[in-house]
C-alpha cells in the first residue's frame, strides 16, 4: 500500500483490507480522514452515519466523510476484499490497532481457513 509512511510527501492512504466471513469492523470514525472503499470481491453490510445497514458488493464504492461513524461486516462465504483510501492519510495507523490486524507483505495474499 501507500501511506505518508512508505511515501514520504504522499496525500493520501490507499491499501486492500481482507475481512473474513462473519468478521468485520464495529462502528468507528476518522476524524481527520475522508475515505472511500471500493469493493473488490465478496458481500456485506455497510453503514455510513444513519444510513442503517445496506449491502455491498463487488464494484460497489462507499464515501465516508471524515468524523461519519461507519462500519463493514462480512456477510458472505469469502474474504471480503476492499481498496481503502484515506485522505489525507494517516487514519490507517488505527487499523493496526485492531486485534485481529495483520500486515501482509506485498504479492502475498492473506490466507483464510475454516475453523
Do not use: C
Amino acid at each position: 500500500g501507500v501511506t505518508p509512511d512508505t511515501f514520504p510527501g504522499a496525500p493520501l492512504t490507499a491499501g486492500e483490507v481482507v475481512i473474513n466471513p462473519t468478521k468485520g469492523h464495529a462502528i468507528h470514525t476518522h476524524p481527520d480522514s475522508d475515505e472511500v472503499l471500493y469493493i473488490i470481491e465478496g458481500s456485506g453490510v455497510q453503514t455510513v452515519g444513519d444510513s442503517g445497514e445496506f449491502e455491498v458488493s463487488a464494484g460497489d464504492t462507499i464515501y465516508i466523510p471524515r468524523g461519519t461513524e461507519h462500519s463493514t461486516f462480512n456477510t458472505g462465504w469469502r474474504q471480503m476484499r476492499i481498496l481503502a483510501i484515506y485522505t489525507p492519510g494517516g487514519s490507517e495507523q488505527g487499523l493496526r490497532e485492531a486485534p485481529d490486524y495483520v500486515a501482509v507483505p506485498a504479492g502475498q495474499a492473506p490466507v483464510w481457513e475454516r475453523a
